[in-house]
């Protein structure tokens, strides 16, 4: 049974930064799309970064992208989001998601098969 949980989350300060992790159990995939969504309230989940077999180089949304590190390696079954400089703007429910194939386009949510409970990110000062 394929399995994945989020830790890390918490609430910050704005400017101050959090790590998330995502466990990964029941399945050690050789191909594989491994994203970081996130969902806050009244809007739809928005998928902000993710590393696929079929990627040579992260995916970052605009909204992150310099802010925001993915890292780790699905194969050691552990997926982190390094989190840096956040903003009000970044609070919500993030969660990571896994479909085992290798996609260029690996940060659209309907693809994604595996999904994780989420971890709530507050950012407030």
């Known amino acids: 049974q394929v399995r994945l949980v989020e830790s890390g989350g918490g609430s910050v300060r704005p400017g101050q930064s959090l790590t998330l992790s995502c466990t990964i159990s029941?399945?050690?995939?050789?191909?594989?799309?491994i994203g970081w969504f996130r969902q806050a309230p009244g809007k739809e989940r928005e998928g902000i970064s993710c590393?696929?077999?079929?990627?040579?180089?992260?995916y970052y949304a605009d909204s992150v992208r310099g802010r925001f590190t993915i890292s780790g390696d699905v194969s050691k079954k552990t997926v982190y989001l390094q989190m840096n400089n956040l903003k009000p703007e970044d609070t919500a429910v993030y969660s990571c998601g896994l479909v085992i194939s290798g996609l260029t386009v690996c940060h659209t949510d309907s693809i994604m098969r595996y999904w994780g409970q989420g971890t709530q990110v507050t950012v407030a000062s």
């Open positions: 590393i696929s077999s079929a990627r040579t180089s992260p």
């Open positions: 029941g399945v050690t995939p050789y191909y594989y799309s």
